[in-house]
């Protein structure tokens, strides 16, 4: 276990001064979210990755509560407090500390306890617009606390779901695809079964009911199961019903007879991930990889090229900034635009600097509807390292 | 430096009544010392070994610390609270009883899901349903999500559960569990079963000898003397 650097506190203060000045200077009202948040609406939310990572524990009251892993959803809860229809725009700006547990033990370069300060915009009524305005604000921060140099790397998980909406497969293997973006080894894995050999293990599954379910009758196939269970002694308990379970077997009756994944299918998917181009040449090499395609793709790959120009037109360098198909992958709940700044003394695994779209987020903390919503934020102790010369 | 060697048992139940019946068929006969519901003692004949008769799980943490030189406990104690297990203990010899198999098991009506893979495509539409991943409850969590990830599976979340864990999906406060069985009948009761592929670990009381434990000339000699009686080598 490495020995954490000492923080020059009032140097960070300082620091954090001026990166809030500029987001309230920008009209982001600064907030102050709870520290201490209820783990089970964040655990759900995250992905696993930083849900292993979460200090969790349990008051005198017995309430599971959880030191916030980061400053996006507790300022979502924030929001919803506020508003709980989820329907005016709202700017926030932040700074505080956040909390992850280190497997491999605590250092400076991974601290358990960080400050992050950031912004959070909710409702926007055009997404390009919105994206573009919170890299170039970030941006605008850092610079004014004395970054002068730095590398900028985007990605757009919108793209992801037009390519895979284009794709020709069933839409319960698009699910599973989607689901497993989040996790590239397991998403490689699926994408091989599905274009090899889809067919998953029958050992088990009643061959009498699988025979008797009708794929296109959702309601006679939750029928069936509930007869088959009773019928066989077995209780239904639990939370998942009848239907899923119906809806689970016509899946695996289905997967059974369908032909794998087409060989150029799997090469687009397979493709489009590995993309990694100038992010001003991006848009022309996926309409190379598409062909002429659908509207959805389309317009995935027009709105990503629109937010390029917006960027450019506010007057970032876009000649250095790379696209990477893969970024984004890391973080459970992006769904568009998604950025990192990295400096050069920290390396590609250590950004300043990252955000992006996050628009099913606010639904799935207790917003009654998706709510467009895009977010940046700095890690201050890095800035605060790469503005003073010093290497981690 | 310790000069006598601490050899914990386990402190009641039948683990106690096994550990002893284990030693007796060396001619060993475990003794307590001063008060007969006190939790020391020693073994006739041997000498240079304190007995500390505690509970199975804090053994482990006896072992892992090197408070207790030797000890006798469950291997699923031993994975399931130490992290990096093989380079603090050295398990020396499963014993026979104690026996207890770590499972995932889930709702018998669940008929679509027989391996662990199939938790993957059902925690999807169970995610569209219900706005939350599959909660697993179990007391395994280390074990648990070591096991699950090499799976691949990653899209549910542990709660911790210290007891009745079979009950749990019936209750609606989970909806699968790692937990331990024997024989299966409880998980049957409470309208469970284990996967086709979802035994953890098949568990059993082992002698296990602390790496970390200080082991001087007179703790070794102990050890030996100990081990030489038991046909152990060290």
């Known amino acids: 276990m490495g020995a954490v650097q000492p923080v020059n506190f009032e140097a960070l203060e300082a620091q954090a001064r001026t990166l809030l000045s500029v987001f309230i200077a920008a009209g982001y009202e600064a907030v102050a979210p709870e520290t201490i948040q209820p783990a089970g609406v964040f655990l759900n939310v995250v992905g696993e990755a930083l849900r292993g990572r979460t200090y969790v524990f349990t008051d005198l009251n ?59 915009a909710f409702g926007d009524k055009d997404a390009g617009e919105a994206d573009a305005r919170t890299l170039v604000l970030i941006l605008r921060a850092v610079q004014q606390a004395g970054l002068s140099a730095w590398k900028l790397r985007v990605g757009d998980i919108g793209l992801f779901d037009a390519i895979l909406g284009v794709a ?52 006679q196939a939750e029928a069936l199961v509930a007869e088959h269970l009773q019928a066989s002694g077995v209780e239904l308990i639990g939370v998942r019903s009848a239907a899923e379970i119906a809806e689970g077997l016509l899946a695996i009756a289905a997967d059974a007879k369908a032909p794998p994944l087409k060989p150029e299918t799997a090469a687009l998917i397979d493709t489009y991930i590995r993309t990694r181009a100038p992010a001003a040449e991006a848009a022309a090499a996926l309409r190379r990889l598409t062909g002429k395609s659908s509207n959805g793709l389309a317009a995935a790959i027009d709105a990503y090229e629109r937010r390029c120009g917006l960027l450019a037109d506010s007057g970032v360098d876009m000649s250095g900034v790379d696209f990477s198909a893969e970024f984004g992958r890391s973080v459970g709940y992006y769904t568009g635009f998604v950025f990192e700044v990295l400096a050069d003394a ?15 987020l606010l639904k799935a903390v207790g917003a009654p509807r998706d709510v467009p919503a895009v977010g940046g934020a700095v890690h201050t102790e890095r800035l605060l390292t790469v503005v003073r010369g010093g290497r981690r | ?92 010899k499963p014993l026979g009883f104690g026996r207890a198999d770590v499972v995932v098991a889930v709702p018998n009506c669940w008929m ?12 999807v539409v169970f995610r569209r349903e219900h706005g939350r991943p599959f909660r697993v409850a179990t007391k395994y969590l280390n074990l648990a999500r070591r096991f699950l990830s090499g799976k691949g599976i990653a899209d549910y979340r542990i709660v911790e559960s210290l007891g009745a864990t079979e009950g749990t999906p019936a209750a609606g406060t989970a909806d699968l569990i790692v937990d331990i069985t024997t024989t299966g009948a409880t ?45 152990i080598s060290g």
């Open chain 2, 1 to 92: 430096m310790s000069t006598r060697l601490t050899f914990a048992v386990p402190s009641k139940g039948r683990l106690m009544e096994q550990t002893a019946e284990f030693l007796a068929e060396s001619g060993l006969k475990l003794k307590k010392v001063g008060h007969d519901r006190g939790y020391r003692g020693e073994i006739e004949g041997l000498d240079g070994i304190d007995v500390a008769f505690i509970s199975a799980s804090e053994i482990v943490a006896y072992l892992n610390s090197g408070r207790a030189h030797i000890g006798v406990t469950g291997e699923d104690l031993i994975r399931e609270n130490i992290v990096d297990a093989d380079d603090r203990v050295t398990l020396l």
């Open chain 1, 346 to 360: 920290l390396g590609p695994s250590s950004p300043v600097a990252g955000g992006g779209r996050y628009d099913g």
């Open chain 2, 112 to 123: 679509d899901v027989h391996a662990v893979a199939d938790l993957e495509a059902a925690s």
């Open chain 1, 168 to 219: 020709d497969m069933p839409d319960r293997w698009r699910r599973r695809l989607r689901h497993q973006f989040w996790r590239p080894e397991a998403f490689r894995a699926e994408l091989k079964r599905l274009s090899t050999e889809p067919a998953r293990s029958m050992a088990g599954v009643p061959q009498a009911l699988i025979d008797a379910l009708r794929p296109d009758d959702p309601v």
């Open chain 2, 187 to 231: 998980l049957a009761a409470n309208g469970l079963r284990v996967l086709d592929d979802g035994v953890i670990l098949r568990s059993q009381a082992n002698l296990v000898a602390s790496k970390v434990a200080d082991w001087s000339p007179e703790t070794t000699k102990a050890r030996d003397a100990l081990f030489a009686r038991l046909g």
């Open chain 1, 62 to 120: 017995g309430e599971e509560l959880c030191l916030r892993p980061d400053l996006t959803v507790p300022t979502c809860r924030l929001y919803l407090q506020r508003y709980p229809a989820a329907d005016r725009e709202a700017f926030y700006s932040y700074n505080g500390p956040a909390f992850r547990f280190q497997p491999t033990g605590a250092d400076a370069s991974h601290p358990r306890e960080f400050r992050q300060a950031g912004i959070e």
